[in-house]
């Protein structure tokens, strides 16, 4: 008790995994400004807390306002079951069978509400390895606080009385800008190895370090990641991807040995000697669209990632003696079957890809009535900016870029004209024609940029 009080005055946090009473900051301590707080957010731990529950802004939302960020997205974490908080909103659905979340929704604004969880039990079902399958029993907020995964993502706010509650000290590792673990890192690891993907994403987009002890066993306890289901491995890389800091995800993945013969999507990226500068500059493009606020499309960001290892394998079925079009699409076979074992990359995406993918050598033919039907192609903004991105990389000569970006904004006139325009530039060198034009063709790719 006493140690708690004394706790309290020094704003001391307890000792990590022991916590079950939180030390609580006020306003001019965690700096969120209610205003910052979207009032849908605020409306649903009103509505809760009026209900007579306990209701807190957890998670990510909290460690983002703290540090001054916009929140991606803003969850809520109650003491009220999701039948009691279902009943307390117009429109809001329970989602999940195991452990039942609830979806409250405001226009298309999405306010996920889960109940506290309880501790992790001994006797949770786990895989061979020691991965926890389900544990899905409610609980008080410290055990809630305790199952979170690192500290600055285990405090709750309570807009009403504008106060952070903070169970594991994740108020000063934010101000010391270090990422840790809650309890014991090997147990957590063990328990769910997409932790150590979450270490990585945070610490790359946060700018953090990684605490020793949180650090020290992921080397070993790497090849762990191989026993979570892919379709997980998928959307944590996803999330990884589109964080707006994916290069330094995927360097910081490198560092902690988490890339290697885990996730064969790296092992490409990272060691594509060929494809390095492409890989760069699409996931360049890709931060900065993030970071603009701007859509990005996942299809687009893994045809740029795979794009090299087509180009090998196509170029091999051609050397076989294939026709380039079905040479393209066995090549693009073998490399999405060589992902899927460990990365489930869903269909939809895949078929993005597929299209991008193909319509490459479309973009070659300039003649007769070709052009003009690959302009009708659904996908053909993404297709374009694939191309673009692989003039800037070098692979092709920019004039292509070139020519498809006028031939885009050209009438019909001019289209006809730029489709009778050839050979005079063909015989021109092509570093003398970049030169001329002034290094045009530079690369806005992303998949739904507009044309320059
Ligand atoms: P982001 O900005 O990426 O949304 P986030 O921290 O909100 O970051 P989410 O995946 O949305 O991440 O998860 C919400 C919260 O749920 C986390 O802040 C954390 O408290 C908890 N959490 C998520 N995944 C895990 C996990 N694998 N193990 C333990 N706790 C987790
Ligand atoms: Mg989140």
């Known amino acids: 008790m006493i140690k708690k009080l004394i706790r309290r005055i020094l704003g001391v946090s307890p000792a990590p995994g022991k916590a079950t009473e939180p030390v609580v900051f006020g306003p001019s301590d965690h700096g969120i400004r209610l205003d910052d707080v979207p009032p849908n957010a605020v ?7 009026q209900a007579g529950f306990k209701a807190f802004i957890v998670g990510g939302a909290v460690r983002d306002l703290v540090l001054g960020h916009r929140p991606k997205d803003f969850d809520v974490a109650t ?6 908080v279902k009943r307390l909103f117009r429109r809001a659905f329970i989602i999940g069978r195991r452990f039942q979340i609830v979806h409250v929704m405001f226009g298309q604004e999405l306010i996920e509400v889960t109940t506290f969880r309880g501790a992790s039990s001994d006797d949770a079902p786990k895989d061979a390895h020691g991965r926890v399958l389900r544990d899905n029993t409610f609980g008080e907020q410290h055990e809630d606080a305790e199952r979170r995964d690192f500290t600055i993502n285990a405090m709750y706010y309570d807009p009403a009385r504008q106060q952070v509650l903070d169970y594991h000290g994740g108020m000063k590792d934010i101000r010391s800008k270090t990422l840790r673990i809650i309890g014991v890192p090997e147990a957590r690891f063990r328990e769910d190895p997409v932790r150590m993907l979450r270490v990585v ?18 080397k070993v306890m790497a090849p762990l990641i191989n026993n979570v289901p892919a379709a997980r491995v998928f959307d944590e890389m996803l999330k990884l991807l589109m964080s707006g800091h994916a290069m ?43 970071r603009d ?108 870029g070139d020519w498809w970006t006028d031939f885009i904004d050209a009438d019909g006139p001019g289209r006809e004209a730029l489709l009778s325009k050839k050979p005079a530039e063909e015989a021109e060198p092509a570093a003398k024609r970049r030169r001329r034009r002034g290094g045009r063709g530079r690369s806005k790719a992303n998949g739904e940029s507009a044309p320059e």
């Not at 409306?43 to 807390?49: F, K, S």
């Not at 003491?79 to 009691?84: C, G, R, S, V």
């Not at 040995?257 to 490409?268: A, E, K, R």
């Not at 993005?352 to 300039?366: K, T, V």
């Open 43 to 49: 409306r649903v731990t009103q509505t809760l807390q």
């Open 79 to 84: 003491n009220a079951t999701p039948e009691e």
């Open 201 to 218: 994403r945070f610490a790359a987009k946060l700018g953090f370090s990684i605490a020793g002890p949180t650090r020290a066993p992921i």
């Open 248 to 290: 330094a995800c995927l360097r910081q993945l490198r560092q902690e040995g988490l890339h290697h013969g885990l996730l064969p999507l790296l092992d490409v990226v990272l060691e594509q000697p060929l494809g390095e500068r492409f890989v760069t500059l699409a996931l360049a493009n890709t931060d900065e669209r993030v």
């Open 293 to 400: 606020g701007k859509p990005v499309s996942p299809g687009f960001l893994f045809a740029s990632l795979l794009w090299h290892q087509v180009l090998e394998k196509w170029n091999a079925y051609k050397a076989a003696g294939e026709y380039p079009i079905p040479a393209l699409h066995l090549a693009a076979d073998d490399v999405l079957d060589g992902q899927t074992e460990k990365l489930a990359i869903q269909r939809r995406i895949a078929t993005d890809m597929r299209d991008i993918w193909a319509m490459q050598p479309r973009f070659e033919r300039r003649v007769g009535k070709a052009p003009h039907k690959l302009l009708e192609h659904p996908r053909l903004r993404a297709g374009y900016d694939f191309l673009l991105l692989r003039c800037a990389s070098g692979e092709l000569d920019a004039e292509v």
